[in-house]
């Protein structure tokens, strides 16, 4: 039973005094580096908070300059759609002009070949391949000629107005969607860290199937431009080509005109002058005979001969208006020493970091929380610019830089939770050396209210002894006596 009652061993005043001060040495390293992790998670904080910012800022910068390459390739497709229709206006009134062209031609084309129809009633002699012939089937050579070429001018006309509207449907696809791009791109430079309909999406950070390079989407644009100015160019040569050919043809078929015309005149010249030499020797047999047959045949050949006069002059008259009639028809587009009072500090101190570090756990987690707007905003981003169409959905700067913010923020959320959960830690640290303090305070506290209480009050009664023999020790006794 004695060994059982047996009194807890007792420690020498050395390691009671490396006991005390380990205990502050252990307070103080567990305070220090909570202090450090809150300086640390300060720093961390603000240069999280630096680089967000600054990630949007970009990504605001880039979205701009996005908006501004897209507006000026709208513009440089519209003033191309603009000149393309123009062209094409022109074009079909060159269209028009060939067809009336060709139109004109018919009625000559008619009259020649009447005229050749005519001809062919000569009889005799006459029936001879004479200039007025040749001219007529050269005029009807050239005629037949300038119809096969005005024939396919037009077909080339039809198909350059058939090439402008696909290189004019083309430009409008396009500025279609380079307008819906703008559009969307508007409404992402437009959103903040308080909009509204900001969100999480998932799966953003992806490339689409379906998307384009940024030297794709700048060929495409340009191969529309150069396929405008193509065919705007073709367009003005052949405009210059319908004006020539409408003049040139016009003048090739006045000038033949005018030669069978000329042949004519001749032909009928010569044929009148044979004429009218046969008659006069006509004239000159007739007057081989005497008396009065001679001056009846005389007189009758005076007759016949006004008669043959009226009946050219009505021939002339009644030729008169064919021949006038093709000519008008020949004219053509950031100690104390005491045992107490060292664990009196070491508490205090340990107390206060504890506050500390439960405000810096807050503003970790708040500086957690302040990344879920930045991160929703790059979200939305680009979820909404998957919907661009076509090859607007291309992966340029805008979208790469997007793409980095997102994982800029994923990974600053990251070490921000790591380095919540190191405070988080040294908070429960600091609440065990806390507790750890108070014991040793209490203990502390018993022993001095052991000595100070309870021993030194008993220890005044005993009489004072200062060398005389003014009292007594133990009943009267002296301590020699004792001893």
Request: aromatic share 4%; proline share 3%; with cysteine.
């Amino acid at each position: 039973m004695a060994k059982l009652l047996q009194q807890p061993p007792k420690f020498l005043r050395a390691e009671w005094q490396i006991a005390n001060k380990n205990q502050y040495h252990r307070a103080e390293a567990q305070r220090s580096r909570s202090e450090r992790l809150v300086a640390e998670s300060q720093r961390l904080v603000d240069e999280i908070e630096k680089t967000t910012r600054k990630s949007q800022s970009d990504v605001n910068k880039k979205l701009e300059q996005r908006l501004e390459e897209v507006r000026f390739w709208r513009k440089e497709l519209d003033g191309k759609l603009e000149q393309l229709v123009y062209a094409t206006e022109d074009l079909l009134l060159y269209q028009t002009r060939l067809e009336k062209a060709l139109e004109s031609f018919k009625e000559p084309l008619r009259i020649t070949e009447k005229c050749l129809e005519y001809r062919e009633k000569r009889v005799g002699i006459d029936l001879v391949h004479d200039e007025v012939e040749q001219e007529l089937i050269k005029e009807e050579e050239i005629i037949r000629g300038v119809m096969t070429l005005l024939t396919r001018t037009l077909e080339e006309t039809r198909e350059q107005i058939r090439l402008n509207r696909s290189a004019k449907y083309n430009l409008e696809k396009d500025l279609r969607d380079k307008f819906t791009a703008i559009t969307i791109d508007d409404i992402c430079f437009s959103l903040n860290n308080n909009s509204p309909n900001i969100k999480y999406s998932e799966n953003v950070v992806r490339v689409e199937p379906n998307s384009v390079s940024l030297e794709d989407w700048l060929d495409f644009s340009n191969t529309n431009v150069e396929k405008a100015d193509k065919q705007r160019n073709n367009s003005l040569t052949l405009k210059a080509l319908v004006d020539r050919i409408l003049s040139q043809t016009a003048n090739d078929l006045r000038r033949q005109c005018d030669v069978v015309d000329t042949a004519f005149k001749n032909g009928l010249k010569e044929t009148k002058d044979a004429r009218d030499t046969l008659a006069l020797h006509l004239d000159k047999q007739a007057l081989d005979f005497g008396g009065l047959e001679r001056v009846l045949a005389l007189l009758w050949a005076s007759f016949v001969t006004d008669c043959c006069k009226e009946q050219a002059v009505s021939l002339l008259q009644a030729l008169d208006p064919p021949l006038r009639s093709m000519e008008r028809h020949c004219m053509l587009s950031d100690i104390p020493y005491d045992s107490e009072a060292l664990c009196v500090h070491a508490h205090a101190c340990v107390m206060e970091e504890i506050a500390s570090q439960e405000k810096n756990i807050v503003v970790l987690e708040k500086a957690i929380l302040d990344q879920e707007g930045p991160a929703k905003v790059a979200h939305t981003r680009l979820e909404t610019r998957t919907h661009r169409p076509n090859v607007e959905l291309c992966r340029d700067v805008a979208q790469y830089r997007l793409i980095k913010e997102v994982g800029e923020i994923t990974h600053n959320v990251a070490r921000l939770k790591e380095t919540l959960a190191q405070a988080q830690a040294e908070l429960k640290g600091l609440n065990r050396r806390q507790l750890a303090l108070q014991e040793e305070i209490q203990i502390k506290e018993n022993t001095i209210y052991i000595d100070e209480v309870l021993c030194m009050p008993m220890r005044k009664s005993i009489p004072p002894r200062d060398g005389d023999d003014h009292g007594e020790w133990a009943g009267g006794l002296h301590p020699e006596a004792v001893c």
